[in-house]
C-alpha cells in the first residue's frame, strides 16, 4: 500500500514555472514506477510523463516535453515535476500516481494509486 500526497500547486503568470512535490508513505516506494498525470475542466484526465524506479529513465507526452521534468528522491518518497515555461493550457489538476508495471506506459489505468491531485493555475 502507497499513500501519495501532492503539494506545490498553485496560480502563476505564463511563462512562469512551479515545482510539484509527491511525497509517498511506506517503505518501497523505490519498487514503484511513478507518474504524472493532469486534468483540466471538462476534460478526460491524460498523462504528462513517467519515470523508472531508479529515475534514470523518463517518458514525457509531447505537450510538455522540453518544458516540464520528472525526478525523483528514493531517499526522501518523493517524486517531483518541475514545470517550466507554463503555458494557460497547463492549467489542471496535477495527480502523481504509482505503478508496480516496469513498463513505460501512458494509461492510467495501469497505475495502482494515486494521490488526491494539487491545482495549478496559469494565467494569460
Known amino acids: 500500500q502507497v499513500q501519495l500526497v501532492e503539494s506545490g500547486g498553485g496560480l502563476v503568470q505564463a511563462g512562469g514555472s512551479l515545482r510539484l512535490s509527491c511525497a509517498a508513505s511506506?517503505?518501497?516506494?523505490?519498487?514503484?514506477?511513478m507518474g504524472w498525470f493532469r486534468q483540466a475542466p471538462g476534460k478526460e484526465r491524460e498523462f504528462v510523463g513517467t519515470?523508472?524506479?531508479?529515475?534514470?529513465?523518463?517518458f514525457y507526452a509531447d505537450s510538455v516535453k522540453g518544458r516540464f521534468t520528472i525526478s525523483r528522491d528514493n531517499a526522501k518518497n518523493t517524486v517531483y515535476l518541475q514545470m517550466n515555461s507554463l503555458k494557460p493550457e497547463d492549467t489542471a489538476v496535477y495527480y502523481c500516481?504509482?505503478?508496480?508495471?516496469?513498463?513505460?506506459?501512458?494509461?492510467?489505468?495501469?497505475?495502482?494509486?494515486w494521490g488526491q491531485g494539487t491545482q495549478v493555475t496559469v494565467s494569460s
Open positions: 519515470l523508472t524506479r531508479s529515475g534514470g529513465s523518463t
Open positions: 500516481a504509482a505503478s508496480r508495471s516496469v513498463i513505460a506506459t501512458t494509461r492510467d489505468d495501469s497505475y495502482d494509486y
Open positions: 511506506g517503505r518501497t516506494f523505490s519498487s514503484y514506477r
